[in-house]
């Protein structure tokens, strides 16, 4: 059973960074493709940044590439994703998730985790 936990959430002020990470259990997460998305309240769940099995692959979302990071510790069997400089505008739920149904864009994976919960204050 695939079971994917995320962490590192919490409350911070405009400018603060956050590390957020995915730890996978019954998937081994160096050879999937792994995304996290995010969701605000009232708005549509949204590509945030994703990884391939090569980590050499990297995507953003075009307004996120110079705050954000992706990353991967195979020993670890965990995704990251830093996040810098941020803003309110970046308050969300952040999921992450492995094993894209089509692009990898698309919030079409199969398997989520239940989320972490990222405010930021003004």
């Known amino acids: 059973q695939v079971r994917l936990v995320e962490s590192g959430g919490g409350l911070v002020r405009t400018g603060d960074s956050l590390r957020l990470s995915c730890a996978a259990s019954?998937?081994?997460?160096?050879?999937?493709?792994v995304a996290w998305f995010r969701q605000a309240p009232g708005k549509e769940r949204e590509f945030v940044a994703a990884?391939?099995?090569?980590?050499?692959?990297?995507y953003y979302k075009d307004s996120l590439k110079d705050r954000f990071t992706i990353s991967r510790d195979n020993a670890k069997n965990t995704v990251y994703l830093q996040m810098d400089s941020l803003k309110p505008e970046d308050t969300a739920i952040y999921y992450c998730?492995?094993?894209?149904?089509?692009?990898?864009?698309?919030?079409?994976?199969?398997?989520w985790g239940q989320g972490t919960q990222v405010t930021v204050s003004s």
């Open positions: 019954g998937r081994t997460l160096s050879n999937a493709a």
């Open positions: 990884i391939m099995w090569s980590a050499m692959n990297t």
């Open positions: 998730a492995i094993d894209p149904k089509s692009m990898y864009r698309n919030p079409e994976y199969d398997y």
